[in-house]
């Protein structure tokens, strides 16, 4: 009979050791601690930028959203929408107006908070994407069967413009986020449920298309590249034209940060991102979210100079969008 060999006791004392620096070593520790309440980062505030801020599922529901602008580290204006429902795009207009979507729809309000346009979205369509595109003109995007693109004039309610683009099926919630309209006068499409994006001419052809995971939402920068976030794929990725990645952010580049959902991206004029880290559809309950990173800012060689995590005076919830206010 075969007799099984015994492994040395050296062995076992270093696959224990092996372990213990796992669970103890920084990635690790890191990940875990970066959900703790009242985590204190060394880089976080709110004095880092001037910005306009808005959430998803703040409070653990859809009801009493709000959008904050915070100048100077200081909250100076808040706004709680007045039905319930979800911030998508959000905007401060060269006029003062604040314009945002709200998932049934999209307005524009003033300082006062008086509304001055509204849209309502009609039967069990909805609205994520609202991006000012001229002094009097909107780019909305319409979650539904079928899906549209379209080029609203804020004025004469009139439709200046609109294509029809393709979905991945049915359910509107999981069709579109943050789609752009580019200078060129084309449409950049993140296809939420197809998994890509794709760039579409004033005709509706498709002029140019990379695969992008869960893709949520998408920009054109400066340089003719385009800048991707995956929602829970946790990525940020710069494609340029030739559809090739040039850079890309994921978790292993941040250990110190748990990534749930990344969301709106931002390129800022100096070359450093601005991510955001939506934590409410893994943490449902408040008291796990504080300590949470909601957004961050890293350079191009991805270090971090930023980090906010503000839950309690103020208390800006989960995050999904940002504007800063350069």
């Not at 524009?108 to 994520?128: G, S």
């Not at 979210?289 to 957004?295: D, E, P, S």
């Amino acid at each position: 009979m075969k007799m099984r060999k015994e492994l040395p006791a050296k062995f076992w004392l270093q696959i224990l050791f092996a372990l213990f620096i796992l669970i103890n070593g920084p990635s690790f520790s890191q990940q875990k601690d970066s959900t703790l309440t009242g985590r204190k980062w060394p880089t976080s505030g709110l004095n880092q930028h001037d910005f306009l801020y808005a959430g998803e599922w703040q409070g653990c529901s859809f009801k009493d959203q709000k959008m904050f602008i915070v100048k100077q580290g200081k909250v100076v204006w808040e706004y709680s929408m007045p039905e319930d429902g979800e911030y998508g795009d959000i905007a401060l207009l060269p006029n003062g107006h604040i314009l945002f979507s709200r998932k049934t729809g999209a307005s524009e309000i003033t300082m006062e908070k008086k509304i001055v346009w509204n849209y309502k979205a009609e039967n069990n369509a909805e609205i994520h994407v609202c991006q000012p595109a001229g002094p009097d003109k909107v780019f909305i995007v319409i979650n539904a069967v079928p899906a549209k693109a379209i080029i609203l004039n804020k004025i004469t309610g009139k439709v200046e413009q609109e294509l029809i683009i393709p979905t991945g099926g049915t359910n509107p919630h999981v069709m579109f986020r943050r789609c752009r309209y580019t200078a060129a006068g084309t449409f950049l499409v993140g296809h939420l449920d197809m998994n890509k994006v794709s760039e579409y001419d004033s005709s509706g052809k498709e002029i140019w298309s990379v695969p992008a995971p869960s893709v949520w939402s998408v920009s054109r920068l400066e340089n003719g590249n385009t800048l991707v976030g995956g929602n829970q794929h946790c990525y940020v990725r710069e494609f340029n034209k030739a559809g090739k990645v040039v850079w890309e952010l994921t978790q292993k580049d941040v250990p110190e940060i748990k990534l749930f959902n990344i969301q709106e991206v931002v390129r800022l004029n100096n070359g450093n991102t601005v991510i955001s880290n939506w934590c409410a559809g893994t943490l449902k309950n408040k008291e796990d979210q504080k300590g949470t990173v909601q957004f961050f800012e890293v350079t191009k060689d991805k270090k971090i100079v930023w980090i906010l995590s503000s839950w309690d005076h103020p208390d800006l919830g989960p995050a999904s969008a940002i504007q800063i206010l350069e």
